[in-house]
Structures are given as C-alpha cells and as structure tokens.
C-alpha cells in the first residue's frame, strides 16, 4: 500500500522533527542559559586555617581566617552581559539552522515535484507518439503512406520513451535525496502541491526590510558585535582591582622557659585570644589589561564591518531572486494561458486531418514538437520560479503567500 503523497508542510515538518543539528543547536541554547546563572556567581569565600609551632620561639599560634574578594569596577554586572549576548547568539545560530535546512528541504521537495510532473509530461508525450505510429500503421495497411514515414513515427515513438525512462530515473534520484532530508526509505515516497505562485508579490521594499529585520545570520553577526562591546566591557572592568577582605581569630599561648622566665617561673603562660582584620589591594603597577581592552575593541570593529558585509550580501540576494521569481512567474503564466492551449488544440487538429489523409507527417511531428517545448518550457519556468520563491523566503526569513 502507497503512502499518501506529502505536502509542504508536511515535508517541513518532518525534517525539524529529524535533523540532528538542529537538536544539537537547541542543546547549545540550554547550556549558553546555564553560563548566565554561572556568570552571575559572587567569588566563593576562603577559610584558612594555620599554626606556628614554638620550635625556636616563645609564642605558639593558631589562627583561622575568613576571606572574600569583592569584585570592583562592574565585573560581574559585564561578566553577566556577554554570557546574555553569547545565549541571545546560541538562539539566533539555532534559528540560522533552521532557516538553511528548510531552504534545503524545500529545494528538495520543489525538485522531486518538478520531477514527478516531468515524469506524467513524458510519459504523456511517449503515449502520444505511440498512438501517432499506430495511426501511421493503420494508414500504411491501406497504402496511403510509404514505409518509411511508418519506420520514422517509429522512431519517434521510440525516443519518446527513451526520454520517460530519463524523467523516471531523475525521479528516484529526486526522491531519494529529499529521503535523505526526511531520514525515511524513499521506497513511495511522493509529494503534492503546485510549482511557482499565483499569489500577489509583496513589494522589494517591504521583502528588503523583512530580510534586513528577520534574518537569523544577520541578527547573528548584529549579536556577535554586541558581544564584542561587551567583551571590550569586561576587559576594562578587569582592569579595576579587586578588594579582597580578611578577618578572623588567633589563638597565642607564650612559653615561659628557664632562658627567657622574668618571674622564677616555668611552664605556659596565659593564652590570649585575638581578632585579626586585614586587606589586599593588587597595584596595577605592571599590567593595567589594556592590551587585552584595545584588542576587544578591535574585534568590535571588525564585527561592524562583517556585518555591513552581510546586510549588502542580504540585499543582493533578496533582489536577485525577487526578480527571478517575477520573470519566470511571467514566462509561465504566458505559456500556460496562452501558448500550451494553443499548441495542444492545433496538434489535435493536426492528428484528426491526418488520420483523414488531409495533413502530412510532417506538419503532425512539428506540430507535436510545438506542444511539447510549450510544455517543458512551462515547466521549467514554473520549476524556476519556485525555486526563487523557495531562496526568496530564505532571504526574508518570511514565508511568502501562496
């Protein structure tokens, strides 16, 4: 039993259920909004805890201390920011994967579309030529055409099939690629829908800002330059030295010995407790981090220029295949109003005058040849203009009426 054939939607739909890549790019999203909570970590405190013993000396101690560092000049408040920029970037990388995998699967789909629609036009041709080389046997049986015009509808009839088993071979190869997209066997795999668009055409000025607002690559690059302003950001918080705080308890206990005794006396003296306070400032006297700061300014730079970069490439595209899509839209809707009609109403008239011996062969064949180049030509420009529409939507990031 067949399948039933797939839509669009349908195809789309399982290729995002599918794809590896794009589960791994969510994973990336989930572990960018764990470095947010980890980015807003305070430095652990430190417990320390020593002993000197009375080895060659009079006084034995133990001490235990506490101590905190105490981030200056913002760094965790940028420390926090760059890993929100770098978790906004994850997503919009995921969204960019989506986007090119559904410009792949589309592309794909449109072609085994196209394919199995050449498929049903050759073997439509093929049909027509074998009824045409019939109809010329009958004619010869009543000595009305030589031979030869039999042997030459023949030959005809037998390129035609030629090129029907040519379309079915691309067909498989079609439908093997776009199983590959979907991870199903291509065993029945078919697809429906229409090539190209009736649908009105947004204007190049609304598809340009679209594109410009909505492209998942160029938000990508708008992120990785907010990432460098906040990379710039944290470089020069670091370049503020950290306070680091320090208080706790000693315990002392004086040693009276023969040597040092004042009072006639020997053993241990009275012990005394104490509270100890204290605090380090590192002096910037050697590293101040401003390479590291000219160097994070650079990369910001540099990022602005990637991204005028892809914002000029994102125009071009849009209007490339913008007018690509509206010419072929117009060669097809020509050819199948006006010339296709035509062309197939003559090569019916043509074919009943000469079953009635009122036409000759050749005005038959030409006449077929007519229909047949309307008719692939038709294709081909709906085949053409699909595909545009498919890198138009691609572009825009925005799915186009249909």
């Known amino acids: 039993m067949r399948a039933q054939p797939l839509d669009r939607r349908q195809v789309e739909e399982l290729a995002l259920a599918r794809q590896p890549r794009l589960q791994a790019a969510q994973l990336e999203v989930e572990a960018t909004q764990k470095l947010i909570d980890q980015a807003q970590m305070t430095p652990n405190p430190v417990l320390g805890l020593n002993t000197e013993a009375p080895a060659l000396r009079i006084v034995s101690r133990v001490q235990m201390s506490l101590s905190q560092a105490l981030e200056l000049g913002g760094k ?84 035609a099939q030629a090129v029907a088993v040519q379309s079915e071979a691309e067909q498989q190869m079609r439908r093997a690629a776009l199983a590959t997209w979907l991870g199903i066997p291509s065993f029945g795999l078919q697809v429906q829908g229409r090539l190209g668009s009736n649908a009105p055409m947004p204007a190049l000025e609304e598809l340009q800002r679209l594109a410009q607002s909505q492209r998942p690559d160029l938000q990508t690059l708008q992120l990785d330059e907010q990432k460098r302003q906040a990379e710039t950001r944290l470089e020069e918080a670091k370049g503020v030295s950290d306070l680091t705080v320090q208080t706790g308890l000693a315990y002392d206990r004086t040693y009276i010995s023969p040597q040092n005794q004042t009072s006639g006396l020997t053993g241990i003296g009275q012990p005394v407790l104490s509270l100890t306070a204290g605090l ?52 097809r809707l020509a050819l199948a109003q006006q010339t296709l009609p035509l062309t197939l109403q003559t090569l019916r008239i043509l074919e009943d005058a000469y079953r009635v011996r009122a036409r000759s ?14 008719a692939r030509s038709e294709l081909e420009a709906a085949r053409q203009e699909e595909l545009a529409l498919i890198r138009l939507e691609a572009a825009t990031a925005h799915n186009l009426p249909r």
């Open 280 to 331: 380090s400032i590192p002096l910037p006297f050697h590293d101040d981090n401003s390479g590291n700061i000219a160097a994070a300014d650079i990369r910001t730079r540099a990022a602005q220029s990637e991204r005028e970069a892809l914002e000029r490439q994102v125009h071009l595209q849009v209007e490339s295949a913008y007018l690509t899509a509206l010419a072929n839209q117009k060669t």
């Open 76 to 159: 965790r408040e940028a420390r926090t920011r760059l890993a929100e920029v770098n978790h906004q970037s994850a997503s919009a990388r995921q969204q960019e994967a989506e986007r090119q995998l559904l410009l792949e699967v589309r592309q794909a789909y449109a072609e085994l579309l196209a394919a199995e629609r050449k498929v049903s036009l050759e073997s439509e041709a093929a049909a027509t030529a074998q009824r045409q080389w019939k109809l010329a046997q009958n004619r010869f049986k009543l000595g009305d055409i030589p031979k030869v015009e039999v042997m030459q509808l023949e030959a005809d009839a037998s390129r």
């Open 361 to 374: 062969l050749t005005e038959v064949l030409n006449s077929r040849r007519a229909y047949l180049e309307a």
